[in-house]
């Protein structure tokens, strides 16, 4: 019942093709090194790899950009676990195509037409999630993608404070964390009753309550 916070609305839309748009709409969540390759990471280094190169960037004698970005490298360049090809490669032209849609609607409509067992699976799980969000996540990441992050974070700010004011973020905490059953009622229950103008609405400036930044 909510939206990817906290700069989603920044980086989501600037990673390749449409794959941050899939991963905000659908929830869907990367593991290793598939987070490097979509360029959410910048390096890729095992865990029980962690303290030595906390130890290593202590030791750093005037540690600059480059020594750092030199020692991370040395790190990153000596892992070799998780070598397998990009977990998301044989969908990608799905994701790209299917996410390009410029409503939710249509998004679904093309999962639909898709028919393809990855296409169940992504409107499967869309079905599931809060209509309302949905809409929200989809204009934000559009509205984000040509944004400075000040400009972003003071819009998921809006947005924040217009989940508080629903009824779905609650809902989804009772689902999720209180009663964990699982089941949330959305309400609106369908994305033809959230309107265009409620969404304009939660994006609205908030005058003297703004974020200020």
């Known amino acids: 019942g909510l939206f990817p916070d906290v700069g989603g609305g920044y980086f989501l839309p600037r990673l390749s093709g449409k794959i941050g748009y899939y991963l905000a709409l659908t929830g869907s969540r990367l593991k290793g090194r598939d987070v490097l390759r979509v360029g959410i990471a910048t390096h890729f280094v095992e865990s029980e ?30 892992c070799t676990i998780d070598q397998e090809k990009f977990s998301l490669d044989e969908h990608m032209e799905k994701i790209n195509s299917i996410f390009s849609a410029n409503s939710m609607e249509e998004i679904v409509k093309r999962l639909k037409q898709d028919g393809s067992p990855f296409a169940m699976k992504q409107l499967e799980t869309l ?17 984000g993608a040509s944004m400075s992050l000040q400009e972003v974070l003071r ?59």
């Open 49 to 78: 790899k962690l303290p030595a190169l906390e130890k290593d960037l202590i030791a750093l004698k005037s540690p600059s950009k480059e020594k750092i970005a030199d020692l991370l490298n040395s790190y990153h360049m000596k």
């Open 155 to 213: 819009m998921e700010y809006r947005l924040s404070q217009a989940c508080m004011k629903g009824h779905d973020f609650y809902e989804g905490v009772r689902a999720v964390l209180i009663d964990k059953d699982q089941s949330p009622k959305w309400k609106p229950a369908a994305l033809e009753q959230v309107s265009d103008e409620f969404v304009d609405n939660c994006f609205k400036p908030l005058g003297n309550d703004d974020l200020k930044l």
């Open 127 to 143: 079905n599931k999630m809060s209509p309302t969000s949905l809409k929200l996540t989809l204009r934000q990441l559009r509205e």
